[in-house]
């Protein structure tokens, strides 16, 4: 079975602030691969990153930085000096070749961001 | 940039009516999905389709849902009697393969489905 955990249903900072969204998985598969989606007010879902459980190497997209334990089977989002723009829930989610490769989201995390 | 298209974007219907959902992928990926957002829920995967069949699909996707590639472009889900508790948002989604080469699944806009 395999699970998604965003245990941080809202959060709220003030512009300029850093704040990380966390995410916990559970898979029983040794490939496997994790996702991060953004869900603005407007609905849509923008696809922000993929990693592969075999790539454990960080990364940062300009405010954007993911970090990727294999050892806490955590994907954890970050985004540093936070916009309003940024309002959003954010969706962690784990496909694997046993699904077909269907994503299976996490509950998602609404960030407020206030100026 | 190519993107998946979605219509419409808004659909009301009365309970026990038939519905078809309809997406256009982007034009060359070859894997496609459904998945729906109950208002305020997670999103959550219904079914995965490639090279003409079901590759995949969840409880949800019983028998009273239906998918289909009636062209080169389209791709429709098909709901035949609606329930009240069919009322959410069903995205589109594709991409271009499968695996660790390039995997990253494009959503539509979502069609807001109403059941009254």
């Known amino acids: 079975a395999q699970k998604v955990t965003q245990a941080q249903t809202e959060i709220s900072v003030v512009e300029k602030e850093d704040v990380t969204l966390d995410c916990v998985y559970e898979?029983?598969?040794?490939?496997?691969?994790l996702f991060w989606y953004k869900q603005p007010p407007s609905g849509e879902l923008v696809f922000l990153i993929r990693?592969?459980?075999?790539?454990?190497q960080n990364e940062i997209s300009g405010r954007y930085s993911w970090n990727f334990q294999k050892s806490t089977s955590s994907f954890n989002f970050t985004i540093t000096a936070s916009q309003v723009v940024d309002s959003a829930v954010y969706f962690c989610a784990l496909s694997h070749s046993n699904s077909g490769y269907a994503l299976n989201f996490g509950k998602g995390t609404s960030l407020l961001v206030t100026p | 940039e190519p993107e998946v298209t979605q219509t419409p974007s808004h659909q009301v219907t009365q309970m026990g009516q038939e519905v078809i959902l309809r997406c256009v992928p982007i034009?060359?990926?070859?894997?496609f999905y459904w998945y729906r957002q109950i208002l305020g829920q997670k999103v959550e995967f219904l079914v995965s389709?490639?090279?003409?069949?079901?590759?995949?699909k969840s409880e949800i996707f019983d028998d009273q849902f239906s998918v289909e590639r009636p062209d080169g472009s389209n791709f429709t889900l098909k709901i035949r009697s609606t329930k009240l508790e069919d009322s959410a948002m069903y995205f589109c989604?594709?991409?271009?393969?499968?695996?660790?080469?390039?995997?990253?699944?494009?959503f539509g806009p979502g069609t807001r489905l109403t059941v009254t």
């Open positions: 898979t029983r598969d040794t490939t496997y691969y």
């Open positions: 389709f490639y090279n003409n069949e079901i590759s995949e």
């Open positions: 990693r592969n459980s075999f790539d454990e």
């Open positions: 034009s060359n990926h070859l894997y």
């Open positions: 989604a594709s991409s271009e393969s499968v695996g660790f080469t390039s995997y990253e699944q494009y």
